[in-house]
Nanobody, 126 residues
Framework: QVQLVESGGGLVQAGGSLRLSCKAS????????VGWFRQAPGKEREFVSS????????DYVDSVKGRFTISRDNAKSTVFLQMNSLTPEDTAVYYC???????????????????WGQGTQVTVSS
């Protein structure tokens, strides 16, 4: 069992940056693909980004490519999401999720993830 705790959310103006962290406890993250999802009010949860167990492969939804960067520090059991050039459309609750797997790639579907954090609010003002 792994517990995930997100942090780093907040209120930022359009064009600003935030860095989200997803800290795991209970287990090392070495055997887990980790993803970030977000859910805006009145919308379904959507995939944002994912990183492979080694960190060698990453994936992003088209709307954040070139603006967001996912990374991980397995020694600290933490995954980061650096978000730059934020727009009001990025406003949402951001969740990290983990999937224990031997797979060396990434996952983009929420049903592929076993563990979820509680989420952190990101609000971008115009």
């Amino acid at each position: 069992q792994v517990q995930l705790v997100e942090s780093g959310g907040g209120l930022v103006q359009a064009g600003g940056s935030l860095r989200l962290s997803c800290k795991a406890s209970g287990r090392t993250l070495t055997m887990y693909v980790v993803g970030w999802f977000r859910q805006a009010p009145g919308k379904e949860r959507e995939f944002v980004s994912s990183i492979s167990r080694s960190g060698g492969s990453t994936d992003y939804v088209d709307s954040v490519k070139g603006r967001f960067t996912i990374s991980r520090d397995n020694a600290k059991s933490t995954v980061f999401l650096q978000m730059n050039s934020l727009t009001p459309e990025d406003t949402a609750v951001y969740y990290c999720a983990a999937s224990r797997t031997f797979y060396s790639g990434t996952y983009s579907r929420d049903r592929e993830y076993d563990y979820w954090g509680q989420g952190t609010q990101v609000t971008v003002s115009s």
